[in-house]
């Protein structure tokens, strides 16, 4: 079986992680600005922030090439690719739970609000966003697998679920030999440019269609993977070299957002910084190793999924108890945005501390001992009455 602790932690890749949270939350959290200050009037930087997401993805794929070396020619057993498989749901799934239970309770809450100050009518099923049909989908984590126009429940979530759609064409790979795992990898390789050929043909954003969400974070996932199969290029890069190209891959991928560029080149910018960061080396590796921006990044998951959450509660409270809209003021906008930062990241801190981590712990133990136990029992049955016989 593999042991991920066997692998050294790529830091400026989990920095960039943290990195990419923020900026989600930025992207989230700038409709609370006040007209005069709206920054999508200046640039396309935040407008663009999706991207970030795609930027998750990518990174993702390396990473999960990393630690399991998908380059090895030998194929995994059934039971090791299980094995990947639980920490796999154990990483993401715990806390997608709990965010939707505390989506499905918030707005339980609002009904029940609601009804005794005999307001207008609000319950916790809509015709849009939450609906039967879509919790179900959302308990099985397969609600951006095409049946959906757009996000339902907890927001974030849909990109969970087009991560686990990722782990499981990873764990096919994994079962397979090298030279079939070559011809998988290519055939995903051609799905990735007719995505993103696709999109330049059509003009329209990469989360423009909402229903091919499990083929764009697979396309970024693919990516992820080839340039991890790549990556002995920047072993032979010195210090200096690196650093002027990622300098340079940061100056563009900053410009490209800002400028509303296609999302194909600043893809492959985030692409490039991602296979140049990955040896810890050069200037924007020393500036990512900072214990902040490091803790940031070890937090990202709490933070990326509660922020939308937070975000919605937060403007209700708010309106309900000043009267006042967040961006009734330049000022008040600001504060309102500063304070929702400062509250999310204690929020992260506390779930990472006392949910994320238990409940996958829990989970990896729970599900491997069943496994083990499954293995455990299966043997006796066959060992004991050959024994009896003899």
Not at 124 to 133: G, I, N, P, Q
């Amino acid at each position: 079986m593999i042991h991920i602790s066997k692998r050294k932690e790529i830091r400026s890749h989990t920095s960039l992680r943290g990195w990419a949270a923020l900026m989600v939350v930025f992207v989230h959290f700038r409709s609370f600005f006040h007209s005069s200050i709206d920054p999508d009037e200046i640039t396309f930087f935040l407008y663009k922030g999706y991207l970030w997401v795609d930027f998750f993805f990518i990174l993702s794929g390396f990473v999960m090439a990393y630690v399991y070396d998908i380059e090895h020619p030998r194929r995994y057993s059934m039971r090791d690719t299980l094995h990947y498989l639980i920490a796999r749901i154990a990483r993401i799934y715990p806390l997608h739970f709990i965010t939707l239970l505390a989506t499905m309770f918030f707005f339980t809450l609002m009904a029940l609000i609601n009804w005794g100050l005999g307001e207008e009518a609000c319950c916790l099923f809509d015709d849009s966003l939450r609906t039967a049909e879509s919790l179900a989908a959302n308990l099985l984590l397969i609600h951006s697998w095409g049946m959906f126009d757009w996000v339902t429940w907890n927001l974030p979530s849909w990109s969970l679920s087009a991560e686990l759609f990722c782990y499981l064409i990873f764990a096919v790979l994994l079962t397979i030999n090298g030279e079939n795992r070559k011809l998988a990898l290519v055939a995903l390789s051609c799905t990735t440019a007719l995505f993103y050929c696709l999109c330049i043909a059509t003009g329209s954003d990469v989360d423009e269609n909402f229903r091919l969400s499990a083929v764009r974070a697979l396309s970024a996932f693919t990516i992820g993977m080839m340039l991890f199969l790549g990556r002995e290029v920047v072993s032979t890069l010195s210090d200096t070299s690196l650093t002027c190209i990622q300098v340079a891959a940061c100056i563009a991928l900053f410009l490209a957002l800002h400028f509303g560029l296609t999302d194909i080149i600043s893809i492959g910018l985030m692409a490039l910084i991602v296979l140049v960061t990955w040896e810890d080396r050069g200037y924007l590796c020393q500036c990512l190793d900072t214990r902040y921006l490091h803790t940031i990044g070890v937090l990202s998951f709490s933070i990326y999924m509660w922020h939308y959450l937070i975000k919605f509660i937060a403007k209700q409270d708010w309106e309900s108890l000043t009267g006042l809209p967040v961006q009734s003021s330049a000022l008040g906008s600001i504060l309102f945005v500063a304070g929702m930062i400062g509250l999310i990241v204690p929020i992260a801190i506390w779930s990472y501390r006392h949910l994320e981590m238990p409940t996958r712990k829990w989970i990896n133990v729970r599900l491997t001992g069943l496994l083990e136990g499954k293995q455990t029992l299966g043997w006796q049955w066959i060992w004991v009455p050959s024994d009896r016989k003899r």
